[in-house]
């Protein structure tokens, strides 16, 4: 059988991808890279706006038009099906998240014994430490999608982080809600209870690679976590990407995202950034909540360009009927939420190029990390990536790299 894989969304999506993929690969399926060639599609569809989901239909059908017999969609999206991806053309099944075994019982496929970890040559590896998420931000439905926070075992994680040093040099920590990792655990014996205990434990069981957190937020960076990205940045990567969604203080508590402010993000991440000398810093901003006045966008803008943010990811509001934030007063029109969009993300852009000018030059940690544009693709510690002619590379997973 020829399986096509398709991801949309995030970290944590593609390596629930990855998981199905092996468990295919596992059953002796063959992965390509076309659907036109494939027996059965198999994509990954993400719910967290409404775009994501036009996307995905549009997708399907896509999927069903160039020969592909039959689609299984699975994921968040699949998860709070009412019924419109099952009736999409060529879909066989909808699949609630991501279970290998799941996918393979609906493809029909006999069912392989597969463990985590092993995905694949690559110099770069995803490690899923928890899933779900307790907090109900009101733009979001992925707590409907995939649950409370469920922290894996320490143990488990060690055992897989190093299963996948053998063939990676990085490792990037993903989930859902990663910042409360731990905090679900009961019982006296774990005395691993939080993100940065288990980074920690992480590194003192596998030096050789170096890891990097996924999406935490700003103010659960705690003091284990930090005083890592401080002293060990070869072990762990000076890079963060920290939601921010808004900088008005008002607008975030409409988001239901009480557990900071402006002013706490800002001094978490100024603390850090005075005692990082090399830092990449990302953060997700949405532009155009309900309710959001020009005063507000222009909180958001003072903010992002006071911070030393090396990329911004910038996502208009767009509504999606699951999230309570459809049914806010204070809706914005599409003209609108375009030009704030386009605001935030020209702040976005120059801070891109600034930071890149800054480090020009200069020496930094590379690690591969694929081909493209012909050439090899180096991802530094501070989530700059480098093209290299293949001349230039010694074939190494990670080496140190001028930043060009
Ligand atoms: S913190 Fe908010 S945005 Fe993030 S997964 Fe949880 S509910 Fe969604």
Known sequence: MNVYFHTFGCKANQYDTERVRQA?????????DDPALADLAVINSCTVTSESEVKLRRFVRHVAKTGCAQTIVMGCAAALDDGVIAALPGVRAVVANADPEAVLAAAGFPLSTTGRGGQGVRTRALLKIQDGCDEHCTFCATTLARGNN?????????????GLAGQHAEIVLTGVHIGTYGT???????????LGQLVEALINAVPAVRFRLGSVEATEVDDTLARLLIEA?????????APLQSGANRVLKRMGRHWY???SYRARIEWLAERLPVFGLGADVIAGFPGETEDDHHASLTLLDALPFTYLHVFPFS??????????????????????ARELREVGEAKVAAYRLRRRGQTADGVFSGRGRGKVEVLTEDYLTVYLGAEDWSGESRFAVEIN
């Open 319 to 340: 509504v999606r009927p699951d999230a309570p934030a459809a049914r806010l007063p204070g809706q914005l029109g599409p003209e609108v939420i375009r030009a704030r």
């Open 24 to 32: 295919f690969d596992s059953g002796g399926a063959v992965v390509v």
């Open 184 to 194: 679900d655990v009961r019982g006296a014996s774990c005395v691993v209870r939080s």
């Open 261 to 263: 402010t402006a002013e």
């Open 150 to 162: 469920r922290s894996r075992p320490v143990e488990d994680l060690i055992e897989e982080a190093r």
């Open 233 to 241: 940045p070869r072990h762990l990567a000076a890079h963060l990407h």
